[in-house]
């Protein structure tokens, strides 16, 4: 019989990062070997996405550009929740 965690097992044993959720349902790092308990949940740590920067030209119209000569704000969104992290006037 395949062992409830073989292939987070196998992912672990070529390198992969492993997360045990807690009761509250919060992911915690392992640092050490997991114990590959049945009744813990595991998986592997998800990839960190990166911040999302856009380049506006503001006020005389709404939208968006790479960075351009005429851009006066930038603007960062969070890459894991998508919310405004910053916003800043750069001419």
Known sequence: ????????IHAWAEGARIE?????GQWHDIEDEPLWASWIQYRIKPE????????????MFWGYSERRPESNMKVVFDGETGGLKSAEVIK
């Open 20 to 24: 045990w959720e807690d009761k509250d």
């Open 1 to 8: 019989m395949k062992h409830k965690h073989a292939d987070l």
């Open 48 to 59: 960190h996405k990166p911040d999302i920067v856009r380049y506006l030209e503001m006020p």
